[in-house]
Antibody
Framework: QITLRESGPTLVTPTQTLTLTCTFS??????????VGWIRQPPGKALEWLAL???????RYSPSLKSRLNITKDTSKNRVVLTMTNVDPVDTGTYYC??????????????WGQGTLVTVSS | SYDLTQPLSVSVALGQTASITCSEN??????VHWYQQKPGQAPVLVIY???NRPSGIPERFSGSNSGNTATLTISRAQAGDEADYYC?????????FGGGSKLTVL
């Protein structure tokens, strides 16, 4: 059974750096084809894909946020970390991590973690 | 770049069939995945690669994709199907979600 859990601060001050951790079990990020992605959702709004890291350390980022994001993995600890620099109140929302498989037609996300709510405010 | 268009809301009578669309130019050339999200919960994959159901998803959920429109169809709609539904594609090397559709079961 695959499970994922997000953790990180609930409140971040504008201009600071947000660091979120995804701790997972039930799969290994050293297995060919496996990836972990991050998706966020502002309150009452739609899902927004942020980043994904593959088993081979290949990293993909949302073009609109690429300059502010960094995704890394610690395979031995079954963790993926997402950092977002220079946060703004518009970055407020629930952040999810999700398991993903590299597929010819493109990845899907299954399952997802429960999400963690991050508020950016002074 | 891609911009996946979904209707903001869809209504269906209890027991009837609901169709939720996801539109973009030539989306039929891509694989489309669908997620269900109930209030306060994380999204759940209900259809992957256009028409495949993950284990545990009822057969009432089906999908199709052709031309400029992908469609999620929910047959014999139940009250428990009320949720937000999102389509998703992989655009070149990045992920992309549609704006979401709220399904109301009347």
């Amino acid at each position: 059974q695959i499970t994922l859990r997000e953790s990180g601060p609930t409140l971040v001050t504008p201009t600071q750096t947000l660091t979120l951790t995804c701790t997972f079990s039930g799969f290994s990020l050293s297995t060919s084809g496996v990836g972990v992605g991050w998706i966020r959702q502002p309150p009452g709004k739609a899902l927004e894909w942020l980043a994904l890291i593959y088993w081979d350390d290949d990293r993909r980022y949302s073009p609109s946020l690429k300059s502010r994001l960094n995704i890394t993995k610690d395979t031995s600890k079954n963790r993926v970390v997402l950092t977002m620099t220079n946060v703004d109140p518009v970055d407020t929302g629930t952040y999810y991590c999700a398991h993903s498989i590299a597929a010819p037609g493109g990845n899907w996300f299954d399952p997802w973690g429960q999400g963690t709510l991050v508020t950016v405010s002074s | 770049s891609y911009d996946l268009t979904q209707p903001l809301s869809v209504s269906v009578a209890l027991g009837q069939t609901a169709s939720i669309t996801c539109s973009e130019n030539n989306i039929g050339g891509k694989d489309v995945h669908w997620y269900q999200q109930k209030p306060g919960q994380a999204p759940v994959l209900v259809i992957y690669r256009n028409s495949n159901r993950p284990s545990g998803i009822p057969e009432r959920f089906s999908g199709s994709n052709s031309g400029n429109t992908a469609t999620l169809t929910i047959s014999r709609a139940q009250a428990g199907d009320e949720a937000d539904y999102y389509c998703q594609v992989w655009d070149s090397t990045t992920g992309l979600f549609g704006g979401g559709s709220k399904l109301t079961v009347l």
